[in-house]
């Protein structure tokens, strides 16, 4: 299929895990690209550790060189909660005639009833749920709504309709959180092969995740 798939998130720091599930959706669904999108302003949780400019700055290094893999920094400069609706109206108007994926992990999809105008995102664009392999839909609760008539069971049924669908996709799991992550960069531990060596460099230079 071709089309742009959507990643947004804090990317406090960016890391292996999320690169590795954004490049394995790629190849699934057949993108034409993936969009890194930093938030500003996540609207669901605490304000990230670090900077926009700084999260984006990260992502900017992490990607470079790789095919396909953009960063899109349109939420950087939006005032007030960075919605993923916005960012796909945007798009949308953006790239006609281009299918939209917004990419998203497991543990994002089950709070996707919590977001801002669901409904008319899913007017707007597919969804693909990066998991681990071996988690099922069951596991999560009060999605009914959310995935009646909508789940497909194979990416090139995307192809179909222009958008609306939801996809489950199983993708190696790396089992990083960028929260440890944050802790160990905090007190100065090793941050090797958990994000790229660009990333490290950033990190450990600026010493923006340092406590004290
Ligand atoms: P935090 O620990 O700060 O909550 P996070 O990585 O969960 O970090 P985000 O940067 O907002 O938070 O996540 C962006 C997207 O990446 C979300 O869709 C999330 O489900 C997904 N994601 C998070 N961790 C991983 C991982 N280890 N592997 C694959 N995808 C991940």
Same mark, same amino acid.
Request: charge should be negative; include cysteine.
């Given at each position: 299929? !071709?089309?742009?798939?959507?990643?947004?998130?804090?990317?406090?720091?960016?890391?292996?895990?999320?690169?590795? !599930?954004?490049?394995?959706?790629?190849?699934?669904?057949?993108?034409?690209?993936?969009?890194?999108?930093?938030?500003?302003?996540?609207?669901?949780?605490?304000?990230?550790?670090?900077?926009?400019?700084?999260?984006?700055?990260?992502?900017?290094?992490?990607?470079?060189?790789?095919?396909?893999?953009?960063?899109?920094?349109?939420?950087?400069?939006?005032?007030?909660? !960075?919605?993923?609706?916005?960012?796909?109206?945007?798009?949308?108007?953006?790239?006609?005639?281009?299918?939209?994926?917004?990419?998203?992990?497991?543990?994002?999809?089950?709070?996707?009833?919590?977001?801002?105008?669901?409904?008319?995102?899913?007017?707007?664009?597919?969804?693909?749920?990066?998991?681990?392999?071996?988690?099922?839909?069951?596991?999560?609760?009060?999605?009914?709504?959310?995935?009646?008539?909508?789940?497909?069971?194979?990416?090139?049924?995307?192809?179909?309709?222009?958008?609306?669908?939801?996809?489950?996709?199983?993708?190696?799991?790396?089992?990083?959180?960028?929260?440890?992550?944050?802790?160990?960069?905090?007190?100065?531990?090793?941050?090797?092969?958990?994000?790229?060596? !660009?990333?490290?460099?950033?990190?450990?230079?600026?010493?923006?995740?340092?406590?004290?």
């Amino acid at each position: 299929m !071709s089309g742009i798939g959507v990643f947004g998130g804090t990317f406090d720091p960016i890391h292996m895990g999320h690169l590795r !599930s954004a490049l394995e959706l790629k190849q699934a669904l057949a993108l034409d690209e993936v969009r890194f999108v930093p938030c500003r302003q996540p609207p669901h949780r605490a304000l990230p550790a670090v900077g926009p400019e700084a999260r984006a700055e990260m992502v900017a290094r992490a990607i470079a060189g790789v095919t396909g893999f953009v960063l899109d920094r349109r939420e950087l400069h939006r005032e007030g909660p !960075s919605y993923t609706l916005d960012t796909l109206v945007a798009l949308r108007r953006e790239l006609p005639g281009k299918r939209l994926v917004l990419l998203l992990g497991a543990d994002a999809f089950l709070g996707l009833p919590g977001w801002h105008g669901w409904r008319a995102l899913l007017e707007l664009a597919h969804i693909a749920v990066a998991h681990r392999p071996g988690w099922s839909l069951e596991d999560g609760a009060g999605l009914d709504e959310l995935t009646h008539g909508r789940l497909v069971a194979e990416p090139g049924a995307l192809n179909a309709a222009a958008a609306g669908c939801i996809v489950l996709i199983a993708v190696t799991q790396l089992e990083i959180s960028a929260t440890a992550l944050r802790s160990t960069a905090g007190v100065g531990g090793d941050i090797h092969f958990l994000v790229s060596e !660009s990333v490290r460099e950033y990190i450990e230079t600026t010493g923006c995740y340092r406590s004290g």
